[in-house]
């Protein structure tokens, strides 16, 4: 479900949500984001959309602060992957 890209981003950053790492493989990460039905989206904007249809307040918060909760991984390729943990 997750290209490699992807994975390999959680694989690097997931301590910055969990306290210790969750995954150790490519295989390990695909199956844990898809456990906790993380997403992959295109643009900062799908991010906001996200957090406005989960419902998470995010009134007053600029771009900046929206991209750095714990949950928001930026891949490096202009897309976000967003982990509820």
């Given at each position: 479900?997750?290209?490699?890209a992807v994975l390999r981003?959680?694989?690097?950053k997931q301590e910055q949500l969990f306290p210790d790492k969750v995954a150790e493989t490519l295989?390990?990460?695909d199956d844990f984001l898809e456990e906790c039905m993380a997403v992959?989206?295109?643009s900062v904007q799908e991010v906001?959309?996200?957090?406005?249809?989960?419902?998470?307040?995010m009134e007053g918060a600029d771009e900046d602060e929206i991209l750095e909760?714990?949950?928001?991984?930026?891949?490096?390729?202009?897309r976000y992957l967003i982990v509820e943990g």
């Open positions: 479900m997750f290209d490699d981003c959680f694989l690097e295989e390990a990460a992959v989206v295109d906001w959309d996200y957090f406005d249809e989960a419902g998470i307040d909760a714990d949950e928001v991984f930026e891949i490096g390729d202009g």
